[in-house]
Every structure is written in C-alpha cells, then in structure tokens.
C-alpha cells in the first residue's frame, strides 16, 4: 500500500460518506440513522483492516489474482477501446494471453471467477486502480445488501433493533469476509437485495417493477457467482413468503386450498432445483450428493500438509448417503460452532473462533431457556423462524461437510450466519411474550 492509496483512501470514504449521508436525511427514524451511521463507519474500519491483513498477512486471490487481473483488464481497455468487449463476453472467450499474473488460464475460464475480475476492472476505472479503494467498492457493496436486509428484518420486529443489528449489521466475521475484493462480498450484498426486493414485491406489493428488476439482477448475479447459494436460499424464502402470505386469507377452506397447492409447486421447484444443480454442479442434488461430499473431502485432505487449517468432522464418510446423514450433525456443528479456541492456528481463524464461541453460547442460552418442547414448537409454527432456522442450518450441513479448512469455512459459512442468529433471537422472543401472556395479573393493594 503506497502513498497514493493513503491518499486517495480519505477521499474516496468522504464520498461515500457523504452519498449515505444524503439517503439518511431521508429515513426519518433517528434509530435506523443511527445504525445506518454506525455501520458505515464499522466498513470503512473493517477495510482498512482486511486490505491489511490480505496485503501483510495472508495474501489470497483478492490481492494476487482479482486485483491484478481486474486492473490489468482496465488497463487494456483504456489502451484500446476495443478491448471493452471482455466485460461482455463469456469467460470462456477470453484471450487467456493477456493474463498479467501467474495464474493458470483455466481459473479464468469460470463465469464466477471472470465475473469478480469484470466487477474489480470496473471499479478499477473509477479509483485510479487502488487496491483499498477498491475494497471500499466492494464493501459498500455488500453495505446496502446487508442494509436492505436489516430493513427487512426490522420492518416486521422493529422492538428487535438492537439484536437485528448485531446480527446483521455488527456480526464481526460477515463484516470482515464482505469488506474486500472476493465473492463473498458480492454474494451476501445481493442475497439482501433479493431478500428485500422480493418480499417488497410478493408481500408488501408495492414498486413492483422497480423492485422486480432489483430481483432478478441480485438473482442472476448470485447465480453466476455462486449459484449453490441462491439453490439453497430459495426454496425456503418461497415458503416463507407462501406461509405469510396464506396468513392474509380469510376464507380458512380456500387458505387450506392455496396452501396445498403452494406446497406442492414448492416441491416441484426444489425438485426442478435439485436437477439443475446436478446438472451445473453436482452440488446438493440427492443422487450426486455422497460423490460430491467425497471428492471435496478427499481435496482437503489431499492438501493437509499445505493448510494448517484443515480439520476433521470426526466420522467416518464411505460415500454413501447414510453415512452423509450420519455426518450432518458434526457438519452442522463445524459450520456453526467451529473453528473451537484451541483449534485456532492463525490469525484469520481468531475472530471467527470467538464468534463461533459467542454462537454456542447464545444457542444453547436459548434452548435450555425456552426448553426443547417450545423450541421445536415455535421453530415449526412461526414461518419467519422456520425459515431462517431451516435454510441457516441446511446450508451450514452442506458447507460443513464440504469444506474441511478453516481457513476457507469462515468465509464459506457467512450467508447463513445472520439467518441462524436472528433465528435464536426470534425464539427467545416470541416465547418470552408467551410466557408472560400467561403471568396472572399481579393483584392491586389498596
């Protein structure tokens, strides 16, 4: 980091700084000015800390590959004119001769990894090509995702403000892994564009286009750069959205109707999901799942003695699905709880260490609060728990037993640790109000 990025960095957070602080003049709630203030000023730190660490501590593919390449190909561009069209055409096409680094020509042949070096290119054009400056990009990004999200959340538990947002908004590891040049930022900006666009649109019904256009594009992104993500999201989104919806009707024979018939396209979309995966990936469709869990396992052990971070789920895995089903707690739990303090070799495992800690806690805080009968109660009749709980611990069952590296399960593991948190904390809410709903009234003395 030279002295041009410690100079252009102040600038370009001023700007930033003052484009929020416009939008906030419009939100009239002094308690969502102050979080939106809050977290803005928790990314620009979480920047400045993550270009640091990607520069001094542990180099990765957002400073030796995607930086480079993505400034490379601006450069092209602004050399020749004609060379514009690499930000439109497929990945597959690229003229792999002008790769500027070390990197092999088939890591560019994947849309998703083209897609981030296409993002860094375009942001390259408006920050002189400086590495913070687009990692600010990048984090502001993922910012209004998560903003969007937040918005979503508490639209609908406004008393919840201050849990919504350190779950959302202050949850160390998914402000730290969004706040730079990688996928992930991408990601879970556009998994809160989606979230909020389409709830806006099936529920709330209001700027339908606008907020259907905003959709679609958060979709197709998240599928291009990673699609297994928005395949795991939707089909519980969809039920949540047909749980709510349902709750609008009044007619209970015709709800009764709507819900069979919603329940029933909802199984014959995952289905058709399902198929699509095996098709694109061989991820999380039922008869590719044992093999896809085995190859991925065998890579990280393959690279043991490269990673210090590797780590075992402690079960035997012979690639069938029973043992698949027999290894789901162990993977949930490494995606959830892990890596555990003393499992923590580096610095980048710390934070999430801790994190993961603060989690266990906070879960089983909840469980034994409200006891395993009401747990299970409330997770089943509420659609918003169902939800969150479901979709947060699904995907944790495939990242875990998928990635067996820490150093790469704390990224992984980030979409759905807002969603199993807010979970928790909707649990312990609704069954407090449960519980005093049937306190007797405290007798007057007069």
Known sequence: MGITDLILFPIYVYIFHRIFSRKRKKINNPLLEKYHRQAFWLRVFSTVAFTVFCLYISPSDSNAIYFPEGVNLAH???????????????????DTSLIATDAF??????????????????????????????????????????????????????HLHKKLAIAILFLPTLIFWSSGILKDSI??????????????????????FKNTIIAFIAAFVLLLV??????AYIPFFLLFLVLKNIGKIKNIVFRILVLIMLVLVSVGGFIIVSNRL???????AIDKLAESVGTQQTNYINMADLAGSSFSLGVEYDGSVTSLVKMAPAAVVATL???????SKKLSTLLSSLESLAIM?????????????????????????????????????????????????????????????????????????????KRPPSSVVV
Do not use: H
């Open 361 to 437: 806690m906070l879960t089983l805080y909840v469980f034994f609060k409200a006891g395993p009968a009401n747990f299970i109660f409330i997770l089943f009749r509420d659609p918003m728990v169902l939800f969150c709980f479901s979709f947060s611990v699904v995907f944790a069952l495939f990242v875990g037993a998928t990635t067996l590296n820490f150093g790469t399960l704390v990224r992984y593991k980030i979409p759905c640790l807002p969603f199993y948190v807010i979970a928790l904390f909707l649990i312990l809410d609704i069954y407090n109000k449960k519980k005093k709903s």
């Open 226 to 231: 990673k699609g297994y993500i928005l395949y």
């Open 337 to 343: 709880f892990r890596p555990f303090l003393w499992e």
């Open 76 to 94: 092209l561009a602004l050399k020749d004119p004609t060379n514009l069209k690499w930000f439109f055409l497929p990945a597959a096409q690229y």
């Open 278 to 284: 095996q098709s694109e990936m061989g991820f999380f």
């Open 187 to 208: 990601c879970i900006g556009m998994l809160g564009w989606l979230t909020y666009s389409s709830f806006t649109v099936f529920y709330k019904r209001k700027s339908v």
């Open 105 to 158: 020509p088939g890591y560019f042949g994947s849309e998703a990894n083209f897609f981030v070096m296409r993002l860094v290119g375009f942001f390259a054009f408006f920050s002189f090509g400086s590495y913070i400056v687009i990692n600010l990009f990048f984090s502001m990004l993922a910012f209004t995702g998560l903003w969007r999200l937040y918005l979503f959340f508490y639209e609908q538990y406004p």
